[in-house]
């Protein structure tokens, strides 16, 4: 099954891409009617944060967790791809945050590769369900302080 990033969860980037758009007529009027270099300074700097935003924005979209029957696999931002046997796995499982948010992750002690799957992915319950059905499964609740590996570290009494 594949699990992709949703577009929905960057609706702030997806926001400041309209706020930027727009500021570039603005900065268009500034450098014609009132001073030009001001004008083409906003402009660069507009054109800049749209870049950034845009590289930044396309490396989540192409993100994606795969499980197969034997095993799970990550795409990370498209510069790394991670593949684990089921058997491999130590341990997955959920963590929930006390802020609110809640997210995956599977540890393999073996290659000593932790990766954490934000809630922002499409099937996110369904990914919960697979990992608990096929790995050792265990629910985390750090604390404020602490994060997710101190914890899991903890846990599994890790170096």
């Known amino acids: 099954m594949l699990y992709r990033v949703r577009i929905q969860s960057y609706f702030k980037i997806i926001l400041l891409y309209f706020v930027m758009f727009a500021a570039l007529p603005g900065a268009v009027f500034l450098a014609v009617s009132v001073n030009i270099i001001v004008g083409i300074g906003l402009f660069a700097v507009v054109i800049y944060v749209i870049f950034i935003v845009t590289r930044s924005l396309k490396k989540q979209l192409v993100s994606y967790v795969e499980t197969y029957e034997d095993g799970i696999s990550f795409n990370l931002y498209d510069e790394e791809k991670v593949t684990f046997p089921w058997n491999a796995v130590t341990c997955s499982g959920i963590c929930k945050y006390r802020k609110g948010s809640v997210s995956l992750f599977v540890y393999n ?8 799957i934000p809630e922002h ?3 996110f319950s369904g990914l919960n369900r697979e990992l608990s059905s096929k790995t050792r499964f265990i629910t ?5 302080d602490e994060t997710l590996k101190d914890k899991l570290r903890d846990i599994l009494e890790l170096k």
């Open 140 to 144: 985390v609740n750090p604390s404020t």
């Open 121 to 123: 992915i499409n099937g």
């Open 109 to 116: 002690e073996g290659a000593d590769r932790f990766i954490e």
